[in-house]
């Protein structure tokens, strides 16, 4: 879940509405209203195949983005991420099979479960609608000065994290609640810190992965760009427990993703996963083809997570670094 308020300010009940004054829940349905109608009409959600210029409507375009998108799909992960219903899913499955967009067939995990997979055809349409989605947005964006793009987006993050459907859990229910935000002051130099700290404690890493953390640090701060670069910080409780860096890695098109951290009480609660997710989704919104990293094989959870979020190991080799014998890896994720 990701959560945060503009650099420079601070939560509270919005602009004219007086501090302990009573909400009025009238007034705020009405306003909560009023922005789905702003914002459906604003993208094109009632028309949606004549707003992109396509053949697919609203709920097909995102069945076929989940199937793009994820390594591996099956229908029943299809109606609960979308809340579908099955007989309608089915149909509208039947239709892309006719259309030979995608082919369906058995998991190879449960057998009793259906496997939906794109042709080629399927992902060339699936790459035409992303094509034409990410101009559409970029579209609005561009309309508005660097600033306030900053503060619509944070603004949006907040409406996902208050409405996300774990709000609704009993709280006996709910895990502890995980925020990600962007690095703020003292957030590049704890990187520094719990880097060489817990990569000493946990695999003997010795200064020199302090000292090659600490350049890369030094890099980013010193060549960022809002457009390109981005570092996130993951907070439980109130306190650091998680972070990594979109970077450009210096061929057109490419972002690289470094220094993913989480720490060993903080595991277990999906950081590692909502990090690197983050990292995934700017990298396509700022318009990068691909995304690449470099890791090492003993950091097999670390590994899991790139996995599970469609990277793929391209190549690796051993080499002797920070004082252990390792073997390095390098994985790729196309945009």
Do not use: K
């Amino acid at each position: 879940m990701i959560t945060g308020t503009p650099s420079g300010t601070t939560s509270g009940p919005p602009s004219g509405t007086p501090r302990g004054a009573v909400p009025d829940a009238a007034a705020d349905v009405r306003e909560l209203r009023r922005f789905n109608r702003f914002y459906t009409n604003l993208i094109g959600a009632l028309d949606y195949g004549r707003h992109l210029y396509t053949p697919f409507t609203l709920t097909e375009a995102r069945v076929l983005y989940e199937v793009a998108n994820h390594p591996r799909v099956d229908a029943a992960d299809l109606r609960a991420s979308l809340s579908l219903d099955a007989g309608y899913l089915s149909r509208l499955l039947g239709r892309f099979e006719d259309r030979e967009l995608i082919i369906r067939g058995r998991s190879e995990q449960d057998p009793r479960r259906q496997r939906i997979t794109l042709t080629e055809g399927g992902r060339e349409a699936a790459g035409v609608l992303e094509e034409r989605s990410q101009d559409a947005a970029g579209s609005l964006l561009r309309q508005l000065p660097a600033g306030d793009r900053a503060r619509l987006v944070d603004a949006m993050r907040t409406i996902r994290a208050l409405l996300d459907e774990r709000a609704e859990q009993p709280a006996e229910d709910r895990r502890p609640e995980v925020g990600l935000r962007t690095s703020g002051p003292g957030d590049l130099g704890w990187m520094v810190e719990r880097n060489a700290t817990l990569y000493a404690a946990e695999y003997g890493f010795d200064l020199s992965y302090e000292a090659l953390v600490a350049r890369i640090v030094a890099e980013y701060a010193e060549d960022f760009d809002p457009r390109w670069d981005r570092t996130w910080i993951a907070e439980l409780g109130g306190e650091r427990v998680g972070a990594v860096m979109c970077v450009r890695d210096g061929r057109p098109g490419v972002a690289r993703l470094r220094l993913l951290l989480v720490e060993p009480g903080a595991r277990g609660h999906g950081v590692g996963c909502q990090l690197v997710d983050a990292c995934v989704e700017f990298a396509r919104d700022a318009g990068y083809g691909e995304m690449v990293l470099w890791t090492n094989s003993v950091l097999g959870a670390a590994r899991g997570i790139y996995q599970r979020a469609g990277f793929e190991l391209v190549a690796e080799s051993p080499h002797h670094s920070f004082g252990q014998d390792l073997v390095g890896q390098d994985w790729r994720l196309a945009l």
